[in-house]
Nanobody, 127 residues
């Protein structure tokens, strides 16, 4: 069992930065692939970034590549999403998720690759 709680969202201006955190409870966090997804109003939940259990490999959606960085601290059971150069189109509810998907497979960028989800944190970027 893994419980996830996101924090760090807020209202910022275009060009600003935010760092989201996702605190996990449960003994399996360190072995889990962790992902960030986001969902804008009226749209589907989309993949943002993923990091494997060791932190050694990451992947990003093209829309955030070069601006967002995912990282994790297994000692603190926490995964982070550093978001720089924010744009209005980044406005969404951001969710973290835990799973066992491997980056060699084809589900790490889909919701099917994750079995635990947080409640989400709102990020609003004004122009």
């Amino acid at each position: 069992q893994v419980q996830l709680v996101e924090s760090g969202g807020g209202l910022v201006q275009a060009g600003d930065s935010l760092r989201l955190s996702c605190a996990a409870t449960g003994r399996t966090f360190a072995s889990r692939t962790m992902g960030w997804f986001r969902q804008a109003p009226g749209k589907a939940r989309d993949f943002v970034a993923v990091i494997v259990w060791s932190g050694g490999s990451t992947r990003y959606a093209d829309s955030v590549k070069g601006r967002f960085t995912i990282s994790r601290d297994n000692a603190k059971n926490t995964v982070y999403l550093q978001m720089n150069s924010l744009k209005p189109e980044d406005t969404a509810v951001y969710y973290c998720a835990a799973g066992y998907a491997t980056l060699s497979g084809s589900i790490w960028y889909t919701q099917a690759g994750y079995d635990y989800w947080g409640q989400g944190t709102q990020v609003t970027v004004s122009s």
